[in-house]
């Protein structure tokens, strides 16, 4: 019987938080490596490189990949002959592990969850609680696979109770166009078909932990309908053409998980939960000989990729910069911005509108007219740094925001990532506007651009606050420019034309 100890539980927990907040797992690095050399799109190319060359930044500084370092999800497998010592619940040796790899001095992780969810939504400042996932098995260890989800990936999960003579594979298929790059393609999406609606969705999530071995499977051949599944769906995805940050491109996918359980006769429930560019999971087990240990990977692993994305961009100065110059810029380029930008999120957008709509003035410093406005969240800085990795988070959630900010504050341009909805192209188009996006789980990379930070208001929402950036040649690509042309509506529709057409060919497994 083994002697397990709570110490050696709650370190390797925040040993194996702070190794996955800057190893992506080999795997995926080779599988986003392969995809880079097989896309033919330029600007789906070029965001995989940024993701590429993030994650190898990342893997040499030892900062996160993301600024969104997420939701900690732990699957703990407990031996039932495993004794315990240290008198603690598992949730709660868990949650030490969170707080002490979140806090660490050398590389901090920045906490977003928040306790009262549909009500005060107050940060809990050490990113607990996790969300724990126990099972009694066979033996007498303990095994823990411990995953950091960002919420753009799972805000973008999907559930259905389908009939039973219903296709999961059509079903898939409607869902993922309308899943758009929140989730920052290319990933990978964990299915779980069958059970309760409970049961898909554990399954859909604790399938994603599995290694990417979709071309192994294709080479062996299918042994059971969850593996024909798996293939079916990778192919049809990759056919839709949705590609890298969803700019349209021929890698949707890298892997599709299938996990199965059997179900009531009157029942098909399907759960789907993406993995986006920021995959980070790892496997540890615990014999009761101490805490675990991770190998970091070679840096051999990352393909020699440049960091210089300035080959045919345009590159301004939006200091002063007026409606007139940015009408030029068109759907799909590539822009390197300098200058002073402005920061907010969900939090100060609401408080923004509010003040405004309540009759008060913003505070000094939080003037938007003829600036441009950039969502994000970054994570603090270590010293040396001006700012923490600060790549963009899902600009859709600002959509009922941006006609009023548009209207009031005189706005310019918006910088977030992947696609708007329908009003907010029109608000743009009407007033003049430009969209621009930044590739999501780039955000080290992106980091490297900003020259100078300061909080220029709200302070008391911490990440969430207003900051001022001075920025150098940041990477952007147009995303909607001022005549409303969108890119994330062009790029798909042109790359599945062609991979209709024969012209190119989509990922295969
Ligand atoms: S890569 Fe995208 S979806 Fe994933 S954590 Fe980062 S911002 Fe969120």
């Known amino acids: ?274 993995n986006c560019a920021a995959t980070r999971h790892i496997d540890f087990k615990l014999t009761g000989k101490g805490a675990a240990e991770f190998e970091p990977p070679s840096l051999d692993l990352w393909p020699k990729l440049h960091a210089d994305f300035s080959s045919g961009a345009r590159r301004v100065n939006v200091d002063g910069i007026t409606k007139g110059e940015i009408a030029k810029w068109k759907a799909g380029e590539t822009v390197l911005l300098s200058g002073k930008i402005l920061t907010g999120r969900d939090a100060a957008h609401k408080r923004i509108q509010d003040t405004l709509e309540s009759g008060k003035s913003l505070p000094p410093g939080v003037d938007f007219k003829g600036r441009f406005i950039y969502y994000v969240g970054p994570v603090n800085p270590v010293p040396g740094e001006v700012v923490g990795p600060a790549g963009p988070t899902t600009a859709r959630r600002m959509d009922k925001f941006t006609e009023f900010m548009l209207e009031k504050t005189g706005l310019l341009g918006m910088i977030g990532k992947s696609e708007r909805g329908p009003n907010t192209i029109e608000a743009i188009k009407k007033h003049g506007a430009v969209y621009l996006m930044a590739v999501g789980g780039a955000a080290y990379l992106v980091a490297k651009a900003i020259r100078s930070s300061k909080v220029v208001a709200f302070e008391d929402l911490g990440m969430e606050a207003v900051y001022e950036f001075e920025v150098k040649d940041m990477p952007v690509t147009v995303a909607v420019d001022s005549s409303g042309r969108a890119i994330h509506q062009i790029g798909p529709a042109l790359w599945r034309e062609k991979i209709q057409k024969g012209e190119v060919e989509a990922a295969k497994a």
């Open 1 to 274: 019987m083994k002697e397990i100890k709570a110490e050696d539980f709650t370190e390797s927990v925040a040993r194996a938080l702070q190794f996955i907040s800057y190893y992506h797992p080999a795997d995926f690095i080779e599988a986003m490596s392969e995809a880079y050399k097989n896309e033919k799109n330029e600007a789906a190319k070029n965001a995989i490189a940024q993701i590429l060359v993030n994650s190898r930044m990342s893997a040499e500084g030892h900062r996160p990949i993301c600024q969104d370092t997420g939701v900690v999800v732990a699957f703990v497998k407990v031996g039932m002959d495993a004794r315990w010592q240290g008198g603690k619940t598992i949730q709660e040796m868990v949650d030490e592990g969170v707080r002490r790899a979140y806090a660490f001095e050398k590389n901090p992780l920045r906490a977003s969850m928040v306790s009262d969810p549909a009500g005060t939504r107050k940060n809990t400042k050490d990113n607990t609680p996790a969300i724990v996932h126990v099972e009694l098995v066979q033996g007498d260890e303990v095994e823990v696979t411990v995953a950091a989800k960002g919420g753009g990936s799972e805000n973008k999960s999907r559930f259905t109770v389908l009939n039973p003579s219903d296709s999961v594979v059509d079903w898939i298929l409607g869902e993922l166009p309308k899943m758009g790059a929140d989730w920052c393609p290319p990933g990978m999406l964990g299915i779980g078909i069958g059970g309760t609606p409970e049961k898909a969705m554990v399954m859909a999530k604790e399938v994603l932990m599995e290694p990417l071995d979709i071309h192994a499977l294709k080479k062996r051949g299918p042994k059971n309908r969850a593996e024909e599944l798996r293939l079916e769906i990778f192919e049809k995805v990759n056919k839709l053409g949705i590609g890298a940050q969803g700019l349209g491109g021929l890698t949707t996918v890298l892997d599709v998980k299938v996990k199965d359980y059997p179900t009531h006769a009157a029942s098909l429930p399907v759960a789907v939960i993406p």
